[in-house]
């Protein structure tokens, strides 16, 4: 996501600098995209700094990049969990430094960032939150301004469980098994979906373990299941047909403004 963000902030005018643990590969993505490389650890001289880690290492690697930043710039991290994250670094805020939490809402796979939406969370971002949001539109992506609870919260709906039903599904036909070349098109198009899933099941697996709302989305789906498998056919027909008809009432609710 890092190597995507770099991008498209270039794509700004943005002078951009990047850094990474492992040097030699610093060295190759910053010549592959045409960017500068961070000497040594200071931070100093750049408005903005992004954090763009392994979830789990989220919360130590800003907390690191405080003490070398300029005064008045800006931190910003990327993670899909809130909880935890923000509160642990808004305590450490010095008054000098302000703090953007982000979720882009898409995966680095994609070829363009025009049209895609990222979760921004101002936690204290008086002077860069309008810079911040003018730079987003510069890249054509749509901002979804929130708190960190209502991420959380919706992103268990959006996330968790819908990661949640997948991970069933891949949990049942490994059980039950099945014949490949009997694939529906629509059947090969959810394989797609479950190797992908595949390759990303550490942050997958982070999510339904760090995510305070997952376990109750877990059991919500739980019980969706097991009542619709207690119901005879026609029952069943007739209560998704109403769950249908739910769904489609959230389909045309108007985006908050």
């Not at 643990?21 to 993505?29: I, Q």
């Not at 059947?187 to 373990?209: E, K, P, V, Y």
């Not at 007739?238 to 045309?252: G, I, K, P, Q």
Request: net charge positive.
């Amino acid at each position: 996501m890092g190597r995507l963000l770099a991008k498209g902030l270039k794509s700004c005018g943005l002078s951009i600098a990047i850094g990474d643990l492992d040097e030699g590969r610093a060295r190759e993505v910053a010549r592959r995209l045409g960017v500068g490389l961070l000497g040594g650890d200071s931070l100093k001289g750049f408005g903005i700094v992004i954090i763009a880690v392994p979830f789990e290492a989220v919360i130590e690697e800003a907390l690191k990049a405080l003490d070398r930043m300029d005064e008045g710039s800006l931190l910003i991290e990327i993670s899909s969990i809130k909880a935890g994250v923000v509160e642990a670094i808004r305590k450490s805020l010095p008054d000098r430094i302000e703090y953007i939490s982000i979720h882009p809402l898409f995966g680095p796979a994609i070829r363009s960032l025009r049209g895609k939406k990222i979760v921004v969370i101002p936690v204290r971002a008086e002077r860069w939150l309008g810079g911040f949001l003018r730079i987003m539109r510069g890249m054509g992506c749509e901002a979804i301004l929130s708190t960190a609870g209502e991420h959380d919260e919706a992103m268990a709906r959006i996330q968790a469980l819908h990661h949640f039903s997948y991970l069933c599904l891949v949990d049942c036909l490994s059980r039950v098994g099945f014949d490949p070349r009997f694939s529906t098109e629509s059947f090969r198009r959810t394989l797609g979906l479950l190797r992908r899933i595949d390759n990303n099941l550490g942050a997958i697996f982070s999510i339904q373990r760090h995510n305070p709302f997952a376990g109750e989305m877990r059991l919500n789906y739980r019980n969706a299941v097991e009542a619709l498998s207690r119901m005879e056919a026609e029952e069943m027909e007739r209560a998704l047909r109403e769950d249908f008809e739910r769904f489609r009432r959230f389909l045309m609710r108007p985006a908050k403004v």
